[in-house]
């Protein structure tokens, strides 16, 4: 049960991602954005 939450806790961070990948215009924008997916990432895996 645990690894389905994991799997669709990494889905949505991936498909949140994604998506503000693609609303960002600025490398700066990008680097923010990879940051909060990788915080929301360590999040979901504690």
Do not use: F, H
């Given at each position: 049960?645990?690894?389905?939450f994991?799997?669709?806790?990494?889905?949505?961070?991936?498909?949140?991602?994604?998506t503000?990948?693609?609303?960002?215009?600025?490398?700066?924008?990008?680097?923010?954005?990879?940051?909060?997916?990788?915080?929301a990432?360590?999040?979901?895996?504690?």
């Open positions: 049960m645990k690894l389905v994991r799997l669709a806790a990494l889905a949505l961070v991936a498909a949140l991602a994604l503000s990948l693609s609303a960002c215009n600025t490398v700066r924008g990008v680097g923010k954005d990879v940051e909060r997916a990788g915080e990432l360590q999040k979901s895996t504690n």
